[in-house]
């Protein structure tokens, strides 16, 4: 006799988990990017959100897809390369009481898209801004990122001769409020920043390191792309990625430094910050990532605090009403006032 699926609890919402998924994801088995996409819907639930209260933005890159994957009854805009933070200033403009999780990639926001993601940070825009950060360009190919490590050599992409940039330095010097730095295995974590750069009102930015499983081949494998490169005969052009287990790791401790093992054999030392750390710190914000980066290490956990910096709509002293949302007469000028305006000009 067949069991019955037990009912899944319902939350204030009056909504499911499952009614926060999206579309079943395309990206690669065992893609950090899942995971990421995973613990948004996971807080979505827990946090009781109104999926219509929220909208989902993106550039374009293998991070820029994912949004597909969660908040399926939300309104999303995939924009061009780079060019997510002006899309969001828009919207953002319009309607200052929706909320918005804009997921980026290394690629998308530290190379092309690195002067308008300054300027999201100089005005404030309240918004959750996560770069999925994996140091390479996972669509094509696997390219050095700007935040690939100096000396860091990959199988196609040779040696990389350039110095990293440091999303989280980047987002301070530039006056974000919130910036955070997780790895995508560490699913408390990534939970528990996610809901306070949710509460954020200003740019909550989340560096997230999401390391990329397509890449992880050896040249002594037989089913290496190497190897298959070497001795196949192809019909037309195309590409398999072989499967992988996502990355996790149990709970790190604070102040605990732990290295972790990647898919290519290499692997990252992650560092939670002290339990006495003082974020609202900028200069010993700053000090710290680069202590991190010197000892190649990634520190984890809320890197710097702002909670007094004006959003950009509290400093537009835009109104109550949401600017989407106010009558024609209270938005367009009437026929008198254009006649007026007219006659003042021929004077």
Not at 12 to 33: E, F, I, R, V
Not at 169 to 196: C, H, N, T
Not at 318 to 323: A, G, K, N, R, V
Request: net charge negative.
């Amino acid at each position: 006799m067949a069991t019955r699926a037990r009912p899944q609890s319902i939350n204030l919402a009056g909504l499911t988990k499952n009614d926060y998924k999206g579309q079943p994801s395309t990206l690669c088995k065992g893609c950090g990017h899942n995971s990421i996409a995973n613990q948004i819907v996971q807080i979505a639930y827990e946090l009781d959100i109104e999926p219509h209260e929220i909208i989902k933005l993106s550039g374009i890159g293998c991070s820029s897809k994912s949004p597909a994957y969660f908040l399926g009854m939300s309104h999303g805009f995939n924009s061009l390369h780079g060019r997510m933070p002006s899309i969001g200033t828009g919207a953002l403009l319009a309607n200052h009481k929706l909320k918005a999780i804009g997921v980026s990639g290394d690629g998308d926001t530290a190379s092309i898209g690195m002067g308008q993601f300054k300027h999201l940070m100089r005005r404030n825009v309240r918004m959750v801004y996560i770069v999925e950060n994996n140091g390479v360009y996972g669509l094509t190919k696997g390219q050095f990122s700007a935040t690939a490590d100096e000396g860091q050599v990959l199988k196609y992409a040779g040696r990389n001769e350039l110095p990293p940039i440091d999303i989280c330095m980047e987002a301070i010097m530039a006056g974000a409020g919130f910036v955070a730095r997780s790895f995508s295995g560490d699913a408390k974590q990534v939970r528990e920043l996610l809901k306070a750069a949710l509460s954020h009102r200003g740019t909550a930015v989340l560096d997230i390191i999401s390391p990329c499983v397509a890449f992880n081949d050896t040249d002594t494998s037989t089913k290496s792309y190497s190897y298959g490169r070497d001795n196949e005969a192809p019909l037309h052009d195309f590409g398999w990625v072989p499967p992988a287990e996502e990355i996790s790791i149990s709970e790190v401790a604070p102040g605990e430094a732990r290295d972790i093992d990647l898919h290519d054999g290499s692997h990252i030392r992650l560092r939670r910050l002290d339990e006495d750390y003082d974020p609202t710190d900028k200069m010993a914000a700053l000090t710290v990532l680069h202590k991190a980066e010197e000892n190649l290490e990634f520190i984890t956990g809320l890197v710097y605090f702002d909670p007094d910096r004006e959003s950009l709509a509290e400093a537009s002293d835009l109104p109550d009403t949401p600017l989407a949302l106010l009558p024609d007469e209270m938005l367009r000028p009437s026929p008198q006032s254009l006649a007026d305006l007219m006659l003042d000009l021929q004077r």
